[in-house]
């Protein structure tokens, strides 16, 4: 079946950091791709997305590309900051089980100012 | 903008009280799903539905069920609520066309004691 695999957390960086969340995923078609973020004590939001190979997802500084040959999204921002701090979940849609989502476990940030 | 609306943002109820968790979307959308969220546990599909009327179990409907009346609206029934049933409990929507991705409430923190 799909599954998605999110770098261990917590992630503590300093303001103005680069970040990079590391996303690998296993599925049977095509799937698209998420990243949502989690601020405390609220719902998800999708922060971006990316639907086919090579796409770049990108949203409020942050980025992921789509890499079919390596089954990976990973996050990155150049430089966050202490607003940044959140759960991201990694998460893909698979062409066979269209209406539900697979999740990752989700990655705590910190930013430190 | 896309709105997911649940009914509390936080509720207490005592062990053996019948629980109903409301969740309303304006986007037309019709697939509605329910999650529940723990430390360490990520997010777990408990039902979801793709029509009025339909249901489908996810991951752990034990202890639950569901209700979708209208489109926009799908309910979570806790028939008698148990202390293991303390969590937080979010609702999401798609559309069946796209990429599938949700877009979710604010979350309802509901602790059973």
């Known amino acids: 079946g799909d599954s998605v695999t999110q770098m261990e957390g917590p992630v503590t960086l300093s303001e103005e950091a680069f970040l990079t969340i590391n996303c690998t995923y296993t599925?049977?078609?095509?799937?698209?791709l998420f990243w949502y973020v989690q601020y405390p004590g609220e719902g998800l939001q999708l922060l971006l997305k990316?639907?086919?190979?090579?796409d770049k997802g990108s949203n409020k500084g942050f980025e992921a590309t789509y890499r079919k040959e390596t089954t990976s999204f990973h996050l990155e921002k150049g430089s966050v900051q202490v607003s940044d701090s959140a759960v991201y979940f990694c998460a893909l849609s698979d062409v066979g089980s269209a209406r539900q989502l697979t999740f990752g476990s989700g990655t705590q940030l910190t930013v430190l100012p | 903008d896309v709105k997911v609306t649940q009914s509390s943002r936080y509720l207490v109820k005592r062990t053996g009280e019948k629980v109903f968790l409301e969740c309303v979307q304006d986007?037309?959308?019709?697939?509605m799903f329910w999650y529940r969220q723990d430390p360490g546990l990520g997010l777990r599909l408990i039902y979801f539905s793709y029509d009025v009327k339909m249901k489908e179990k996810g991951d752990i409907p034990e202890g639950y069920s569901v209700s979708r009346e209208k489109k926009e609206r799908f309910s979570l029934i806790l028939e008698s609520a148990s202390t293991n049933q303390t969590s937080m409990y979010l609702c999401?929507?798609?559309?069946?066309?796209?990429?599938?991705?949700?877009?979710f409430g604010p979350g309802t923190r509901l602790t059973v004691t």
């Open positions: 990316a639907t086919k190979a090579d």
């Open positions: 986007m037309d959308h019709e697939n």
């Open positions: 999401a929507s798609s559309s069946p066309t796209g990429f599938h991705e949700q877009y």
């Open positions: 599925a049977t078609g095509y799937p698209s």
